[in-house]
């Protein structure tokens, strides 16, 4: 790819309603390569909605959205990846063999991948259906860093990670090459992996801004004082 950031969406003055209710007005951006964003603002304020517009899920009422030609990993709360019945090991090499390769090009033994995402390897023969919620949850996020992707659309996702796979995710992110979109009110989270703020105003319309999560918030919080 040229020097020239890749252009992945184009939002052009959208406006999305759900069951008659304005969520998303005059919303207009445009999200490049290597953008790393985090959609935030109060519950039932409508970022998932965003999301599942990014994800072709869910039409917009009117505007323009074009998507360029590129691919993506969606991660979601309810782990729609995996399937209970596999185990670790078929998860992974659904073709046989005992190799991932990396969305960087590196090509290694599962074992040695997943060792980065605590996991032994007495577990490779473990049935996902038998881990525990949080071994489920860096399963699927070690699943989705061997996906060939360009964007990474997050909808909270370190709900229910302890610290050491949130250290994990943080991580990842942070060497990832492609664009991160994610949901998120965890603001130390936010803060270190975020470059941009989408954040959902009470009257619908969308924010971008380049301050930290945590500086808006103490912004917030002065100005709800003053009221």
Known sequence: ISNKKKMLFELDNIYVTLNNKPLIKNFTTRILQK??????????SGKSTLLKVFLQRLK????????????????DQHREMLNDDKTIMHTFCPNGGDRVILDDGRNMHVFGYLKNFLFPREYLDKKIGALSGGEKNRIA?????????????????????????INILEEQLTNFNGAVI?????????????????IFKKDKTIEES????????ELEKELHELD
């Open 141 to 165: 996020l070690a699943l989705l860093f061997t996906k060939k992707v360009d964007c990474l659309i997050m909808d909270e996702p370190t709900n229910d990670l302890d610290i050491p796979t």
């Open 35 to 44: 953008d790393t964003i985090a959609i935030v603002g109060p519950n039932g």
């Open 210 to 217: 380049y301050q930290l999560y945590s500086q808006y918030l």
């Open 60 to 75: 917009i009422d009117s505007g323009n959205l074009k998507k360029g030609d590129f691919k993506i990993g969606y991660f």
């Open 182 to 198: 994610i949901v998120s009110h965890d603001r130390y989270f936010v803060d270190k992996i975020a470059k941009k703020l989408f």
